[in-house]
């Protein structure tokens, strides 16, 4: 008998093994920041003030539908864990055209209204109470109201995330650790002043420490409540019709459509040809914010009371619109972290909670471009933009062609926002609308997969799960895909009026027209281009890349 | 410039035009133990090697970017992009063959700190790192075993690194790392059943020395003093993973 028969219990690897550089670990406090519910979660609470439907069953049913997303986006990582993500995907399945201008125009343009928006939160909340707490009340306001103020933070947001993107990802994967502990603990921190604290106690807290930090008027409390019923603020936390919960979510989405945000980085997570692992990862993300937004919102009805945050909410977004010129009583955003501390008349306590709160941001800042070089780099490999695209400077390891590409665009977008130009503002949720016409894109892929690649799909590890003998990949595609039908509808034809975003908006169909429009120019422009050099786009399209 | 179609050739060559550059080499993995031990030739110990696997520091790993296309070699672009300051791949298309090129520390499924040791041999890494590299592996192929048993049974196992093992280096770094203590404890078992299931064609003697070598360099193992995060982990055990996952990269 041969040694090689005789040995059994020895493997297989044909080379030098590789040691992908994240964990699922890693995957999952990626997922978990990217469905934040400190940022993005408060953030589009706080502007649901005028909503008929309850936030909590809103948070619990989207959270249901969206199980279904990242079956999808788990079972299409585990046949393809490519960099790139949805634009491999669609590319490989649906074709380059499809797959390049919904990837493109989905992970890269309107990531440039990502910013403003990341800025937005990095002064709310980080900028303004720290400095509030620290006693700079007039560099605290001017953070928070000034048109400045925000560019200003949308400038800062470009250095912190260049700098996370040149650190590589086995650094990004440290310092997000570093922030999830933080902020887990601080968060633990914020329940426990609400779970101990009592309206009194909460309402002497806001008029003596909202009048000492930022200079509100007595009787700010009653003030706020008067302010918020005049703009409108009724949103319950329990309760409405069907119908009207379901009308919550196309808002609610801004926060946790995004569990699948690292599926782009899926080439470098290792283990990540394992459906349950990556389902998991990012499934664990989904259900942990889920219930943690549930307690966050069951403690802010117990100790500061439902109707005065949200009416709080509503004094602050009717300003911040434009539809009052009269400055919230509270003139700062309505931060529950911020509203906690101020039931300690402790500045160390409430500088230090705040300042570990603000770990929730800088643990996520990084998605906002970390995802997209990926796309762009994958884009370039197949030649549909230039190589210098994907050229990482030797000495800082940085993409400084794809940065600037990313940085630059932002920027001016930014500008537009903070000053308003072209109504920006009002094009808030537009960041979630394209993303989830690009989500479309990969699920209808995933739902096709099975019959337009049977071969690639049945070589892969997810042909192995059926429900009544359909491919589970197809199940969850055309529940997940209903659903985007849905949001889609409501954003575009916005029967209620609700959005803001949809057809009746002349900005936001001009600028979304324009990436899509932008995005299909490059996508003929160096597929010709590639033409006279002789390379066949098609042709490549027609192979998986390699890792 | 082509490449030479022998691989040893191509391995002396490109060490000996890196240095020309002041680009700094050192071969590792199983062609870095064939330099070292005649018994690589062996008749039951000989095995084939597809590729050549290098150690860099991080300032030669740039200059790599110019260095290898000269050379003739094309690189994996998606793979230098992602991970290119740890790892990077390098493909020599005409002959079908693969560079593998570690940068600073060697990280498999253990991590060996490799930057004040990478001046001690002028050629290949030295013979505990070679030994380290693959007995690190927590699954382990017949060529791994095949290199391990080879570079023992040519090496005498002592305290320093003169054409020896050097066992107090090893004991060293499995002092400060459980994980790593625990794998290399399990490829000594590995080899000593491999050689009493008659897996390889050895004299006796031959038998005798590879066992009393492994037996000395577990006893300097067991002997090195431990810290008391390291008793801490030894007695979590095995129940967690003690070692990261491996896998292979798919080039097509």
Known sequence: MSGEARDTTLFLRKATGLVRSWSVFDAFIYAFFSINLITLGLYSFSQMYYFEGGLLPALLISGAFIIFEVVVYAALIAVMPRAGGDYVWQSRILGGGIGFVLAVTGWWFILWLWVPLYSDMLRQLFFTPLLGILGATSAALWFSETALGLFVSAVIVCVIVAIYIAIGMKWYSRIQKWCFWISVGALVVVFAFLLFGTQTSFKEGLETQATALFGASPGVYDATVAAGQEAGAMTPLWGGTLGAVFLAIPYMVFFNLWPNWGATLYGEVRGATDFKRNFWGMGWALIATTILGGVFFLLISKTISWDWYMNANGAWWNFRWGYTDQTPPLPVWPYPALLAVFMTPSRIIQFIVILAMSAWWFGWSGTVFLSSTRVIFAAAFDRLLPEKVAEVEPRTRTPIVALVLMVVPSLLVSALFAWNVFNFQTLTLCSTLVIAVTYLGSTIAAILLPYIKPDLYKASPIAKYKILGIPLITVAGVIFGGFLGFLLYQWLFDPNGLYGIGLSNISSVIYMLAMYLLALAIYLGFKWWRRREGIDINKIYEEIPVE | ?252
């Open chain 2, 1 to 252: 410039m082509t490449t030479l179609p022998d691989l040893e050739e191509e391995m002396l060559r490109l060490v000996s035009e890196a240095q020309k550059e002041d680009i700094f080499l050192r071969v590792l993995g199983g062609l870095a133990i064939k330099v070292h031990s005649p018994h690589a030739n062996h008749r039951s110990l000989e095995r084939k090697y597809p590729d050549i696997d290098f150690v860099t520091d991080k300032s030669s790993a740039k200059k790599l970017l110019d260095f290898l296309p000269e050379m003739g070699y094309t690189p994996n672009k998606t793979f230098n992009t992602l991970s290119g300051d740890r790892r990077q791949l390098w493909y020599d298309e005409e002959q079908g063959r693969q560079i593998d090129i570690f940068i600073g520390d060697f990280t498999m499924c253990h991590t060996l700190p490799l930057a004040d040791r990478l001046e001690v041999e002028p050629l290949t890494l030295p013979l505990a790192e070679l030994f380290l590299s693959k007995a690190q592996i927590v699954e382990l192929n017949r060529k791994d075993i095949l290199d391990l048993l080879a570079l023992i049974l040519d090496h005498e196992v002592g305290p320093s690194d003169q054409e020896t093992v050097n066992s107090t280096l090893i004991a060293g770094l499995c002092a400060k790392d459980w994980g790593l203590y625990t794998t290399v404890s399990m490829t000594l078992q590995k080899l000593r059943d491999f050689l009493d299931e008659g897996n390889v064609d050895l004299e006796e003697a031959e038998v005798q020395t590879v066992k009393r070598r492994l037996v000395a360099i577990e006893k300097a193992l067991d002997e090195a003093p431990k810290s008391m995060g390291w008793k801490m982990r030894a007695r979590v055990g095995t129940r967690v993973r003690w070692y990261e996952e491996v896998e292979e990269v798919q080039r097509t």
